[in-house]
T-cell receptor, first 109, second 115 residues
């Protein structure tokens, strides 16, 4: 069964810093990997989707990379802002979606 | 913009009551899902549907049941609620265009507390 792990579980940074969130998965037979954002008490919003044949995707200040062979992905957030404070979840699509437990990010003004 | 709705948003109910959590989407998506999420834990798939009259159980054993009579509607029912059912329930849908681009649109969730 696919297992998805996210490190760190929580992260607190001052505003303006660049940061990296990590995701690892045990089975490299995936179709895609996605990063979601979840605000407290809310559902998930898709941020970036990387297909299995792709290496990275970018959207604004966000850049996600995928190394399928090693089972790793990173989400890079540039010039962090207080509005980036949320939980970020990584999910892989194999026979179904498997989610990590998330990284809770706090950006301090 | 994804349009997927869940009601109620919050529910506090006593043990033994029957409850139905509603989920509706206006995007015409064939695939719909129910996840259970406890604080600090990953989402666990409890039910999914590939279309009308199609329902399957997910990986996480659940005492709930679902139905899919209409494309846009995917309600989840607990016949007799127990404190162990206390959790957040998230509904999602996806438009099937192949697994490479398969993504999910989530509703805001229902926070259920069973006393």
């Amino acid at each position: 069964k696919q297992e998805v792990t996210q490190i760190p579980a929580a992260l607190s940074v001052p505003e303006g810093e660049n940061l990296v969130l990590n995701c690892s998965f045990t089975d490299s037979a995936i179709y895609n990997l996605q990063w979601f954002r979840q605000d407290p008490g809310k559902g998930l919003t898709s941020l970036l989707l990387i297909q299995s044949s792709q290496r990275e995707q970018t959207s604004g200040r966000l850049n996600a990379s995928l190394d399928k062979s090693s089972g790793r992905s990173t989400l890079y957030i540039a010039a962090s802002q207080p509005g980036d404070s949320a939980t970020y979840l990584c999910a892989v699509r194999s026979n179904q979606f498997y989610f990590g437990t998330g990284t809770s990010l706090t950006v301090i003004p | 913009e994804a349009d997927i709705y869940q009601t109620p948003r919050y529910l506090v109910i006593g043990t033994g009551k029957k409850i139905t959590l509603e989920c509706s989407q206006t995007m015409g998506h064939d695939k719909m899902y129910w996840y259970q999420q406890d604080p600090g834990m990953e989402l666990h798939l409890i039910h999914y549907s590939y279309g009308v009259n199609s329902t399957e159980k997910g990986d996480l054993s659940s005492e709930s049941t679902v139905s899919r009579i209409r494309t846009e509607h995917f309600p989840l029912t607990l016949e007799s609620a127990r404190p162990s059912h206390t959790s957040q329930y998230l509904c999602a849908s996806s438009e099937w265009e192949g697994p490479l681009t398969d993504t999910q649109y989530f509703g805001p969730g229902t926070r259920l507390t069973v006393l």
